[in-house]
Every structure is written in C-alpha cells, then in structure tokens.
C-alpha cells in the first residue's frame, strides 16, 4: 500500500471530538457555528475531506438543534461533536426533558422547520431523556 493510500486510510479512520458549554440565555447561534467551522478546519488539517455541502449542512444542523435549545430550553447547553470516519454525530444537550417534535405539513406555516430540516439532512436522530434534560443526536454523512 502506497503512502498516500496509508494516510487516506487513516484520515478517514481518525477520530476527532470536541464540546463546548453555553449559557442558553445569552447564546449566539454564530458561535456554536464558529465552534463547528474551527471543528471541521482541524477535521481537515487531519486530512478528513469535508466537501462545501457537507460543511455547510453541518453547519444547518448545528444551527437548528441550538435554535431549538435557545428556544425551548432554560439554563445551559452543551455542544458536542464526534467526527468517526466519514460520520459527524453532532449532539445537542440542554434541560429540558420535552424531547423536539417534527410539525405536520403545513404548506402555509412560517417557521417551526428546524427539525425537519434535521431529520432530511441526518442519517440519523435520537433523543435521549435524562432526569437533568435531554441530548438530540443527529449522525450526518460527511462523504
């Protein structure tokens, strides 16, 4: 096997995680993005290839769970990322226990389509409720 085959290899079976604590009350969406973005430059500096439209969904759905915590959720949020070969979990923990509910179909409604922007975006999205609040796990494809 070649070098570059090698360090392909292990590019795609590094390992990358990374979390941040946030005060829910006076959190700006723009810095978990900014946490997301410095996550996926280092991704790439391990030689993880992270295309345009997989950065930028990532970006979405950190945006949209973190919408949803600032919204529905007092006290702190944690932002949690675990890059795994090419899949990106990206989890959401906060305090409430009232796990995130996809609206129906409303052709006329404005708003409320975070999470299904989500659901269309991931491969997967788990909540899990604790006795503290809840963590949303949304596994998205980097490749």
């Not at 590094?14 to 723009?30: E, K, N, P, V």
Request: glycine share 4%; with cysteine.
């Amino acid at each position: 096997m070649s070098r570059q085959a090698r360090q392909a290899r292990q590019a795609r079976q590094a390992r990358l995680q990374a979390a941040a604590s946030y005060d829910a009350r006076t959190l700006a969406i723009a810095e978990t993005r900014d946490f997301t973005e410095a996550f996926l430059a280092q991704a790439a500096a391990w030689g993880v290839v992270v295309a345009d439209v997989q950065r930028g969904d990532a970006l979405l759905v950190v945006s949209e769970l973190v919408t949803n915590v600032v919204r529905h959720a007092p006290g702190p949020c944690t932002l949690a990322l675990d890059l795994h070969e090419s899949q990106l979990q990206i989890e959401a923990s906060d305090t409430s226990q009232q796990p995130p509910t996809a609206q129906p179909f409303q052709p006329g409604r404005i708003g409320q389509h975070g999470l299904e922007i989500v659901l269309a975006l991931c491969n997967q999205v788990t909540t899990q409720t604790a006795e503290c609040g809840k963590t949303v796990r949304a596994h998205l494809a980097l490749e």
